[in-house]
């Protein structure tokens, strides 16, 4: 067991009120991807350490996760690691390439997926639960620190391909071939990513978020069978241990309602349907993240300005957002254009 932090972010930390859905004077904003390459600051860092020392290591790791905090005062900071943790501490041997994760060796027979067992991740991933206590520590009280995953049909997409797909064929032949195998290693994922996140909140997380960025492959049918229970079971965990949850989920519009049923407290979503469908398509508890284009960075920045504040002005007046992208910062955008997203929000009055 890690012992626990010394320090917690405050009640009135601004993101945690809006996850809360209390009403604040402005939207918290932060990131996803907000460590990462497009940070003249984390490339210097990267040129001297792989990937997976920075993750590893809890200096390292901290100061990367803390580069976007000094540089843009967002209001929470995320964990650097990576969605697939769970996974390569089950027994999978991803790889961190320039061409994205990849598996050592593939499952490729139903029975290699034996090679996948249940495990402790406090016992596993021992760095994740220090870097986490640690960075809690060092970070202002006024911000949240999230914890994170990828959740279980996106994990299950992840191994069954060995990497990074465009369709995900091997996974849809897979849950048409051999149903009760993928059910098994769904509600098993299901179980350790939801201990997974609970460990984060016990090691320093005041929230954490769940990544199913490939479940908008799925027709709504098979998303109800192959992706929202074992969602529903990850959220479950996490509110039965007294902490709050965001499901993140891609390209998600056509099962948006489904995705609002998983009982996270708040779900995360793309910019394919405007903040204004959202709110008006889901339950006014459920707190709304995000959704600005990532790509709309790679505009000029007073364009970005207006763009922002046009999503902005689609939820006044509905407490419970959290200013974000629709999906991860990607590497070539400029950080003018991040600065102008983020000083929009931070000037806001809703
Ligand atoms: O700043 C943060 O948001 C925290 C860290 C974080 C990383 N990955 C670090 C990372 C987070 C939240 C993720 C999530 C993640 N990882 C997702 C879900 C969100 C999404 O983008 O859809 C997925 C699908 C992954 C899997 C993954 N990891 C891919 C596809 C890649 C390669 C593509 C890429 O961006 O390089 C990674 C590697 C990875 N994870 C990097 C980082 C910073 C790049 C490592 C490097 O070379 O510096």
Not at 204 to 232: C, H, K, M, N
Not at 256 to 282: H, K, N, T
Not at 298 to 310: I, N
Request: negative net charge.
């Amino acid at each position: 067991m890690t012992s626990t932090p010394s320090v917690r972010a405050n009640d009135d930390a601004l993101f945690l009120k809006a996850l809360r859905r209390e009403p604040t004077p402005r939207p918290p904003v932060w990131m996803m991807r907000q460590a990462g390459r497009y940070l003249p600051e984390y490339m210097a860092v990267r040129e001297k350490a792989s990937f997976l020392d920075l993750c590893r290591d809890e200096a390292l790791g901290m100061e990367v996760t803390l580069q976007p905090i000094r540089r843009f005062d967002f209001d929470a900071a995320i964990i650097f690691s990576d969605i697939l943790f769970p996974l390569i501490a089950m027994g999978a041997d991803f790889r961190f390439g320039d061409g994205g994760p990849k598996l050592a060796e593939r499952f490729d027979r139903p029975e290699d997926f034996e090679r996948l067992r249940p495990v402790d991740a406090v016992e596993e991933l021992p760095w994740i639960h220090r870097a986490l206590k640690a960075t809690r520590e060092a970070l202002d009280p006024s911000k949240a620190l999230l914890g994170f995953a990828g959740a279980p049909f996106t994990l299950l997409a992840y191994v069954v391909e060995g990497e990074t797909s465009r369709l995900y064929p091997r996974t849809k032949a897979l849950l048409w071939h051999h149903p009760g195998l993928a059910e098994k290693l769904l509600a098993m994922l299901a179980e350790q990513v939801g201990d997974y996140l609970v460990a984060q909140l016990r090691a320093g997380a005041d929230a954490v978020q769940f990544f199913d960025t490939w479940a908008g492959l799925l027709s709504p049918a098979d998303y109800e069978r192959w992706a929202l229970p074992y969602a529903q079971r990850v959220a479950e965990k996490v509110l039965a241990a007294g902490g709050r949850c965001i499901y993140y989920l891609n390209d998600g519009a056509a099962i948006l309602e489904r995705q609002a049923a998983a009982g996270a407290d708040a779900i995360s979503v793309d910019w394919r349907l405007s903040l204004a469908e959202v709110r008006r398509r889901v339950p006014d508890e459920l707190v709304l993240q995000g959704n600005l284009d990532p790509l709309v960075l790679l505009g000029p920045p007073d364009f970005v300005a207006r763009r922002t504040a046009e999503m902005l002005e689609q939820m006044r007046g509905r407490p419970g957002h959290i200013a974000n992208l629709g999906h991860g910062v990607i590497p070539q955008t400029p950080i003018d254009s991040v600065a102008a997203f983020v000083k929009t929000i931070q000037e806001w009055r809703g």
